[in-house]
């Protein structure tokens, strides 16, 4: 089966210009979570998606940070404009609808890798 | 809220050696419990969790933890560390109508 699946691995702009990062979480998985990881925080939730609705957005740190989520098979995150700051490792993440949001393990793809210049 | 530390930044240990990492979470009631690993380039694979029932918990690659909740911890062990098992080790908590909540991490090396 194919995971969650993450695009671009690695992406290089200047400061100031958009950047959209894409994910297609695991067919039939209702969740979907969007994580940010530097050295400085570790992994940060961002935002999470049950049922393409956005349920908690607390974390998403800036209104320059945008995620939707059109379709149950593809999510976007959307930093415009771009920071050196933004930099970081994005991971999406895909998990099923039983239970609560708690009770199952994530699925996470391999990260887009994002240096903002 | 719940939260999770993981007191060691970094263990060394030689390849063949036992191996324990370490978990404490903060929450009321009972947690649910993750171990995650993370490869370089990688993201985070699920190695074992826990929801209720028998206290120590098998998982992949000869993995396993122990929830104690007596000590509000979740350690991982395994008893023979390989090479490949170099990784960043995540612990992470869960909740009932609360979002996950990961640990600092911890960073394996493996001497030879």
């Known amino acids: 089966d194919a995971g969650v699946i993450q695009s671009p691995r690695h992406e290089v702009t200047e400061m100031g210009q958009e950047v959209t990062l894409r994910c297609k979480p695991i067919?039939?998985?209702?969740?979907l979570f969007w994580y940010r990881q530097t050295m400085m925080r570790g992994l940060e939730l961002l935002i999470y998606?049950?049922?393409?609705?956005?349920?908690?957005d607390s974390g998403m740190p800036e209104d320059r940070f945008s995620a939707k989520m059109p379709n149950a098979s593809f999510s976007t995150l959307k930093i415009q404009p771009s920071e050196p700051r933004d930099s970081a490792v994005y991971f999406c993440a895909s998990s099923l609808a039983a239970g609560t949001v708690s009770n199952q393990p994530q699925h996470f793809g391999d990260g887009t890798r994002l240096s903002i210049l | 809220a719940q939260s999770v530390t993981q007191p060691d930044i970094h263990i060394t240990v030689s390849e063949g050696a036992s191996l324990e990492l370490r978990c404490n979470y903060s929450?009321?009631?009972?947690?649910?419990l993750f171990w995650y690993v993370q490869s370089p380039g990688q993201g985070l694979q699920l190695l074992l969790k826990y929801f209720s029932g028998d206290t120590l918990v098998q998982g992949i690659k000869g993995f396993e933890a122990e929830f104690k909740r007596s000590q509000s911890s979740f350690n991982l062990r395994k008893p023979s560390v390989h090479w490949s098992d170099a990784a960043e080790y995540f612990c992470a908590v869960g909740a009932r109508g609360q979002n996950f909540v990961f640990g600092p991490g911890t960073r394996l090396s493996v001497l030879p």
């Open positions: 929450y009321g009631a009972t947690p649910y």
């Open positions: 998606f049950n049922n393409n609705v956005p349920i908690d």
């Open positions: 067919s039939g998985h209702d969740y």
